[in-house]
């Protein structure tokens, strides 16, 4: 079968099937890569064949991992979930066979490459350095979510805007903080995830599995998920002249609504499709109730859930705000139909997808609430936000060995580079790394 010259992979020999879907879901992905992979319904790591059925409910990180990845290709999420060398090791066991067909993907996780040099050197980093900044970013944590329980009670008992303003403030950095937790092992922080009406299940798979692992490429979900409103892919069969002016008018409605369209769009699926909701899909209503009882029900439940409706807008808005402009999109940083670099190193790939935000670095607090430390945080996603600052010196001596470069700019700088990310459909002819 012939691809179109427009659908062809940068990081893949086949577009994915499902982006051929009418409904984009979390389930959709999933599914489309079950048909993609060759795992041959199984699991499969490199070009193995792995039966991890009995292992499922032995998992240390929980279940959901190997549950949900069942009939896939895991071989990127596998290095990058696990910064010991015992999992590889253990995995031996469960081996079943060869793969029968090659991988699709053709990204790369070679001894002495780029990624595998630098796990190495952070395996031996991390026995060194200070452990005490994770126990501030669980306070920090625990801070945001009391206080937005605590001011949306105030919003409402006392008619303050100001109140209601700051906690959604609250709600969005608590969303925000709460991805620091859900690229690990199951712990409680990561339901806090869902009090913006989006779900920590569904949101390890189309973040940690699918974005984090193919960031900008036709298999990120993060970037099929807002086509049409949104289209970051700098390519016009997928991107339209109206499409790509329209967006900037649209895009401010689409960030309001982002909270409740994820929500809208698990309900519709479920009740058309397959169930994919959870009883945590109900914790945002905890948001309404104790405004109810903190104001000791002296005010109507219409009022208790219009404030929590509005709550959850203005953090919608803010997450957006933060998140669509936080590493990214800009017409410097590679998007699918962009050139190549040589070395197809996947550590190198996640690279050259990102700029971090350079002004960010001087504040934990910051770097939790704003998407800080991106470039570290998808190479190591399984680390506390707060340790990944020491890692900066192997991170640059790493990068100079094998001519990667760390980019930075503020967050003006990537709202501008996003708007014209928009409307960018030439591919970039020169690879990252190819000098000038």
């Keep these: 079968m012939v691809i179109e010259e427009w659908k062809k992979s940068g990081i893949a020999t086949k577009f994915p099937t499902y982006r051929n879907s009418a409904l984009i879901t979390t389930h959709s992905w999933q599914k489309g890569k079950r048909q993609d992979d060759g795992a041959e319904g199984l699991w499969r790591i490199n070009d193995g064949i792995y039966d991890f059925t009995s292992f499922i409910d032995k998992h240390p990180g929980g279940p959901f991992w190997i549950r949900e990845t069942k009939g896939t290709d895991i071989t990127e999420a596998f290095e990058a979930h696990h910064l010991t060398t015992a999992p590889e090791k253990m995995i031996a066991k469960y081996k079943v066979r060869d793969a029968a067909e090659p991988r699709i993907y053709t990204l790369t996780l070679e001894e002495g490459g780029f990624y595998k040099t630098l796990k190495e050197r952070v395996r031996e980093q991390l026995k060194t350095i200070d452990k005490r900044p994770k126990k501030k970013s669980d306070l920090i944590h625990l801070g945001l979510v009391v206080s937005l329980y605590l001011l949306g009670i105030a919003s409402a008992k006392y008619n303050s805007l100001l109140a209601l303003v700051l906690a959604s403030v609250a709600l969005c950095w608590t969303v925000i903080v709460s991805h620091n937790y859900f690229h690990r092992r199951d712990n409680w922080q990561m339901y806090a995830f869902n009090l913006g009406m989006m779900n920590f299940a569904a949101w390890r798979v189309s973040h940690a599995l699918s974005h984090h692992i193919y960031p900008n490429s036709y298999f990120d979900l993060e970037l099929s998920m807002f086509e049409p409103l949104l289209c970051w892919v700098p390519n016009p069969h997928i991107k339209s002249k109206l499409m790509r002016y329209v967006s900037w008018v649209t895009e401010p409605v689409a960030y309001a609504l982002a909270f409740f369209i994820q929500m809208g769009t698990r309900i519709f699926y479920s009740l058309r499709h397959t169930n994919i909701l959870y009883w945590h899909d109900l914790l945002p209503l905890t948001i309404p109730i104790a405004i ?103 991170l640059y001596q790493t990068l100079d060995e094998f001519k990667g470069h760390l980019r930075e700019c503020n967050h003006i700088e990537h709202m501008i580079g996003q708007h014209k990310q928009l409307l960018r459909i030439e591919p970039n002819p020169r690879a990252p790394g190819a000098g000038k």
């Design 292 to 394: 109810y009882l903190g104001t000791g029900g002296s005010l109507g439940i219409w009022i208790c859930v219009r404030q929590w409706l509005a709550m959850t807008s203005i953090a919608s808005f803010s997450f957006c705000l933060i998140g669509l402009n936080a590493a990214h999109h800009d017409p410097e940083i590679y998007h699918e139909g962009d050139a190549n670099r040589e070395d197809r190193d996947w550590g190198l790939f996640q690279v050259d997808t990102i700029i971090d935000r350079g002004d960010l670095k001087w504040s934990q607090f910051l770097v939790l609430t704003h998407f800080g430390d991106h470039v570290l945080h998808h190479l190591f996603p399984t680390l506390d936000h707060g340790l990944l600052p020491a890692l900066y010196p192997v």
